[in-house]
């Protein structure tokens, strides 16, 4: 799976829009861009995921660049509770179950 | 949504003794699953892939027979550190697919060697 690059950490105040970015200038055609997240003490759960149009589901949006190339993860009012790493992993469409393979992720930190 | 459920959530064990944790997915059948170890501050790194009914596949430098794993059933997979000493003290998740698309996660388990 072709590689992503995130910030170390990302600091956002309670009720604020946060925008995640993700680069992945070498994405294939056929990668999916999906999303994870990592509560503190937790295995990872599901975020999102997407192709090339935008995504919304109820815990975040996914906005998709034109090219491609980069990715933004919004969640729309952080919240103490979203507090976590996140991590943005491209899987190819023909991975079959293969493992999930993560980077370091950004390791968001919500003010009150 | 489907489930993975995973046990115990933290175990302190003595070093020498062996530690087993369960790995079940509640409401479908994972003829794969996966086995992750995570050290503090750092990622999530696989340590192996189980398949039911068939030997478990390790990641290099992944130790068999010090991580044994065991798939007998397609909602059920064991991994048990054996011999287990303060440097195998870590954070151990699992995972598993219903189907291909997203990841589902184990509520990981705290292992601390003493």
């Known amino acids: 799976d072709a590689k992503t690059t995130q910030p170390n950490s990302m600091e956002s105040n309670e009720e604020e829009p946060v925008h995640l970015p993700c680069n992945h200038s070498?994405?294939?055609?056929?990668?999916?861009i999906h999303w994870y997240r990592q509560l503190p003490s937790q295995g990872p759960e599901y975020v999102i995921h997407g192709l090339t149009s935008n995504v919304n589901n109820r815990m975040a949006s996914l906005a998709i660049a034109e090219d491609r190339k980069s990715s933004t993860l919004i969640l729309h009012r952080a919240t103490l509770r979203d507090a976590a790493v996140y991590y943005c992993?491209?899987?190819?469409?023909?991975?079959?179950?293969?493992?999930?393979?993560f980077g370091k992720g950004t390791r968001l930190s919500v003010i009150a | 949504g489907a489930v993975v459920s995973q046990h115990p959530s933290w175990v302190i064990c003595k070093s020498g003794t062996s530690v087993k944790i369960e790995c079940r997915s509640l409401d479908f059948q994972a003829t794969t699953m996966f086995w992750y170890r995570q050290f503090p501050k750092q990622s999530l790194m696989l340590m192996a892939t189980?398949?039911?009914?068939?030997?478990?596949?390790?990641e290099q430098g992944v130790e068999k027979d010090k991580f044994l794993i065991n798939h007998a059933s397609l909602t059920l997979s064991t991994l048990t550190v054996t011999s287990a000493h303060p440097e195998d003290s870590s954070f151990y998740i699992c995972?598993?697919?219903?189907?291909?698309?997203?990841?589902?996660f184990g509520q990981g388990t705290r292992l601390t060697v003493v």
């Open positions: 189980s398949n039911e009914g068939s030997k478990a596949t390790y």
């Open positions: 995972s598993a697919r219903a189907v291909l698309g997203e990841a589902f």
């Open positions: 070498t994405i294939s055609g056929t990668d999916y």
């Open positions: 992993i491209l899987r190819n469409r023909n991975s079959g179950n293969t493992p999930l393979v």
